[in-house]
């Protein structure tokens, strides 16, 4: 191989590269933002909760009666308000994704005085991130092997 075919080759490698890592990424966030909305779809009402004591309680949290990383459907605005980002590439190179919830009452999900933060967030990257290796590593070998 001279060197014009090996730096074809490179380009060659380089735009696989690129194409299958960002179709790897956009898999991923896809499969986040379901994640999320499946974690937003919990069953227990404002009127259950209150029975069971407010077990998201910061004054009196109560683990082990009510899985604080699902969230309770109640007017359904939290769960539809879910919103993924696709892949994008910064001027460094580093290529970017994100599931946002745009209700304004997502910023209690970190915690208040008055209740214990929900972990939705902790919960979804550990579930979504080893598939996202997977994608990634595959989508590397595909490139190299193509």
């Known amino acids: 191989m001279n060197l014009n075919e090996f730096s074809k080759t490179v380009g060659s490698i380089e735009r696989a590269l690129r194409q299958n890592i960002r179709a790897a990424e956009e898999r991923s966030v896809r499969e986040a933002h379901r994640a999320f909305v499946r974690r937003s779809s919990g069953t227990l009402s404002t009127k259950r909760l209150r029975q069971m004591g407010h077990p998201y309680a910061a004054r009196a949290p109560q683990p082990g009666t009510a899985d604080p990383t699902i969230i309770n459907e109640q007017t359904g605005v939290f769960k ?33 005085t008055r209740m214990i933060k929900r972990g939705i967030d902790d919960a979804v990257a550990d579930e979504i991130e080893p598939k996202r290796e997977q994608y990634h590593s595959q989508a590397i070998d595909d490139a190299l092997n193509a």
Do not use: C, E, H
Request: glycine content about 10%.
């Open 80 to 112: 539809r308000d879910w919103t993924a980002f696709p892949p994008t590439v910064n001027g460094a190179g580093t290529m970017q994704s994100s599931v946002i919830n745009l209700d304004p009452k997502s910023a209690y999900m970190f915690g208040t």
